[in-house]
């Protein structure tokens, strides 16, 4: 069945330090979105990204979808510690259907 | 408007006890999800429901754990003769009908503790 691979797994940054999260999928997705959770919380959607090669950003986060719509990244800029919590790819065959989450990128900021 | 609620929060219960939760999707939502999230881990698909159509069971771990919606609405989870490793946090997740119409809208979701 599709996978959504999801790397690092964790990542440690100084605050104002880039950071980059990257989502691979075995298959061809329909389209791809992301999801923030904070420590003690529950996910929250971020984007939505549905064509291939769109890149679309919001204020330091720039989110783009590969040409072949099998991979995905999610950059944030100069980090902040509210940045902190876990980043969700996930993504499915077709529109309607389950989706397919990653696994995450833990994501620790030290100011 | 209101959310995904789920209830309860909190459950602890003992080892081999039934337990029930529930999920109250956000209104005209057709879609809905179950998922569980162990400590620091991700997202485990759990069973989709969508419409009147037969959902979609094939991320239940095993054949303690069903679910049920009733009406195209609330959704109960059911977990029968817990066990610890059972548990986790239950996130429920609703999506309104419609080509495109992807996001899903989590609720706080229910911390189980089986002891």
């Known amino acids: 069945g599709q996978q959504v691979m999801q790397i690092p797994q964790y990542q440690h940054v100084q605050e104002g330090e880039d950071f980059t999260t990257y989502c691979n999928s075995s298959?061809?997705?329909?389209?791809i979105q992301w999801y923030k959770q904070r420590p003690g919380g529950h996910p929250v959607f971020l984007i939505q990204?549905?064509?291939?090669?769109e890149v679309k950003k919001q204020k330091r986060l720039t989110f783009q979808f590969g040409e072949a719509k099998k991979n995905s990244s999610l950059h944030i800029t100069a980090t902040q510690t509210t940045d902190v919590g876990t980043y969700f790819c996930?993504?499915?065959?077709?529109?309607?259907?389950?989706?397919?989450f990653g696994k995450g990128t833990s994501l620790l900021v030290t100011p | 408007g209101a959310g995904v609620s789920q209830s309860p929060s909190n459950k602890v219960t003992e080892k081999g006890k039934d337990v029930e939760l529930r999920c109250d999707p956000i209104?005209?939502?057709?879609?809905l999800y179950w998922y569980r999230q162990s400590l620091g881990q991700g997202l485990e698909f759990l069973i989709y429901?969508?419409?009147?159509?037969?959902?979609?069971k094939s991320g239940l771990p095993s054949d303690r754990f069903s679910a049920e919606r009733t009406g195209g609405s609330v959704s109960t989870l059911t977990i029968q003769r817990t066990q610890q490793e059972d548990s986790a946090v239950y996130l429920c997740?609703?999506?309104?009908?419609?080509?495109?119409?992807?996001?899903?809208?989590f609720g706080p979701g229910t911390r189980l503790t089986v002891l």
């Open positions: 997740a609703s999506r309104p009908a419609g080509w495109g119409k992807d996001t899903q809208y």
């Open positions: 298959t061809t997705l329909s389209n």
């Open positions: 990204l549905v064509k291939s090669g």
């Open positions: 996930a993504g499915g065959p077709n529109s309607g259907y389950a989706l397919n």
């Open positions: 209104s005209g939502h057709t879609a």
């Open positions: 429901f969508q419409g009147n159509s037969a959902p979609d």
